[in-house]
T-cell receptor, first 112, second 113 residues
Framework: RKEVEQDPGPFNVPEGATVAFNCTYS??????FFWYRQDCRKEPKLLMS???SGNEDGRFTAQLNRASQYISLLIRDSKLSDSATYLC?????????????FGKGTKLSVKP | NAGVTQTPKFQVLKTGQSMTLQCAQD?????MYWYRQDPGMGLRLIYY???????DKGEVPNGYNVSRLNKREFSLRLESAAPSQTSVYFC????????????FGDGTRLSIL
């Protein structure tokens, strides 16, 4: 299994739709999980952290399933401005090659 | 509130030339990182500095060197640029080298001819 794996998409959805992204990770010892958003030709920006109990920020809900080693991001009532690439990020617990592993991202395109 | 500032924003080099990418953060973070991002490859860590005075190799360090000049500044040097180093380079910082999110600069687009 790859360290962090995401469906590359693209996900093409109409405005107002609900869309879900999943991400799997390989290191069962990982402790921290994040979703980042990256707009075209821009830097990645932290969207939200993912907590064990699940967490919500407005239209965005993140969930963690430690047993199955996957993380999800749900976007409700999609807006045109949600169009971006969403990166799943997991910490590499221990090891010597930096502390965060970034997935390659899932591209979302919200259409009018 | 500038956050993480990178210079330059764009650069074109010829093969064999050298250059230094500059990065500075004003968030009093202890840890800093350099990544490159290529189409289809995602973000790959080049070097990182867990704290002032330390640097370590990441996933793709060959052809690069770094200097942690002080707590605020972390530079990346290409000694002899190669076309394979054409990429977008991002600097990032985090409060500590631990389970914390990283904050990114807006990138340097580097083309090597």
């Amino acid at each position: 299994r790859k360290e962090v794996e995401q469906d590359p998409g693209p996900f093409n959805v109409p405005e107002g739709a609900t869309v879900a992204f999943n991400c799997t990770y390989s290191n069962s010892a990982s402790q921290s999980f994040f979703w980042y958003r990256q707009d075209c030709r821009k830097e990645p920006k932290l969207l939200m952290s993912v907590y064990s109990s699940g967490n919500e920020d407005g239209r965005f809900t993140a969930q963690l399933n430690r047993a199955s080693q996957y993380i999800s991001l749900l976007i409700r009532d999609s807006k045109l401005s949600d169009s971006a690439t969403y990166l799943c990020v997991v910490n590499r617990n221990g090891g010597s090659q930096g502390n965060l592993i970034f997935g390659k991202g899932t591209k979302l395109s919200v259409k009018p | 509130n500038a956050g993480v500032t990178q210079t330059p924003k764009f650069q074109v080099l010829k093969t064999g030339q050298s250059m230094t990418l500059q990065c500075a953060q004003d968030m009093n973070h202890n840890s800093m990182y350099w990544y490159r991002q290529d189409p289809g490859m995602g973000l790959r860590l080049i070097y990182y500095s867990a704290s002032e005075g330390t640097t370590d190799k990441g996933e793709v360090p060959n052809g690069y060197n770094v200097s942690r000049l002080n707590k605020r500044e972390f530079s990346l040097r290409l000694e002899s640029a190669a076309p394979s180093q054409t990429s977008v380079y991002f600097c990032a910082s985090s409060e500590w080298y631990s389970n914390q999110p990283q904050h990114f600069g807006d990138g340097t687009r580097l083309s090597i001819l």
